[in-house]
Structures are given as C-alpha cells and as structure tokens.
C-alpha cells in the first residue's frame, strides 16, 4: 500500500513538471539562420545541405505546387538546378528584418519559425530584388546515453515558403 502510494505520488510530479518551457534559443537560431545564408550566398551544396533535414522537407514558393523533397540526392539536385538559374546570380543577401517565433517547445522538441526579409545584392552593391520567406525549423533531443552529453540536436530546416512584401503604412495624427 505504501509503494502504491509512493509511486503514484511520483508519476504524478514526474507529469505535472514535463510541462512546456519557455523558450530560450532566440539567439542561437538567428546565429544558425545567418549561417545558413551565408552558405546559400557562397552558393556550395555541401555547406547548404548540412541545414536541412534530408527525410522531409518541403518547398513552397508562390502559386507553383509544393516541392517535397525525402533525401540528401533530392535536395542536392534540387539546389544544383537553383545554383545554375538566374536566381543565384547576385553576390550576397542583405539582412533587412528578422523575426524568430517560436511555434512549439516542449520536453523533447522544439519548432520555430524564421520570418526574413532580405535583399539580393549584386556586385556594384545595388540590389538586385527584395523577398520574404518563411524558414520552419526544427529541433530534437538526442537520444540516452549521448543525451547525457549533449541535450539537443542542431536546428535543421524542414520547409520553406515565401511570403508577400507588406507595405508599411504610416499614419500619422
């Protein structure tokens, strides 16, 4: 009688503390984020590829049918043919705002958004077009015994889909 007492007082504490946190890694993704475009303007598939989750990804741009995309070959092929249109041809990308939302934190994963606007630039320094994209990450726990090392994976990508420029509207009194 003791022991069932005891263990159902334990399973209760042990449910009513894996509640959702907090979450705390706003600057550590917008430093994974800004990695990952420096890698997409370097334009160097290996470096580009290490952000993604290679077993699911989607990409979704304007009215243009969902791209979903289940291994590493299917997304170096898909960056291939990006590398060699005329999208790639600018220099670098211009960081004009950034927003990270997160979407789900809880014991074992975590889901955020990355909403950027951006700017491509040339090589005279003028820019070349302005965009918007939604980047969706993800984040998990490492399994035991190397969870008892490192707590979470690396955020990884799973989709990305662009958005509308809106125009800012001042009003004034």
């Known amino acids: ?17 894996q509640k959702m946190g907090t979450f705390d890694d706003h600057i550590g993704l917008e430093k ?3 990695e990952y475009i420096k890698a997409i303007d370097s334009k160097n598939m290996d470096s580009i590829v290490k952000f993604f989750d290679h077993t699911d990804c989607t990409f979704h741009f304007g009215e243009n049918k969902p791209i979903v995309i289940k291994s590493k070959e299917e997304l170096l092929d898909l960056f291939s043919l990006w590398i060699n249109s005329p999208k790639s041809l600018y220099v670098s990308t211009k960081l004009e705002e950034l927003n ?3 979407v ?3 014991v074992d994963t975590k889901l955020c958004t990355v909403d950027a606007t951006y700017s491509r630039i040339g090589n005279g320094g003028a820019a070349l077009g302005r965009g918007r994209s939604l980047y969706h990450f993800h984040r998990e726990k490492y399994e035991y ?8 994976k690396e955020w990884k990508l799973y989709m990305i889909s662009d958005l509308a420029i ?5 009003f004034s009194d």
């Open 32 to 34: 994974v984020f800004k």
């Open 145 to 152: 015994p190397y969870r008892l090392l490192k707590k979470w």
């Open 104 to 106: 789900w934190d809880d």
């Open 100 to 102: 990270v939302v997160p």
């Open 166 to 170: 809106e125009d800012r509207i001042e």
């Open 1 to 17: 009688m003791r022991s069932t007492l005891f263990i159902t007082i334990l399973l209760h504490w042990y449910a009513f503390s």
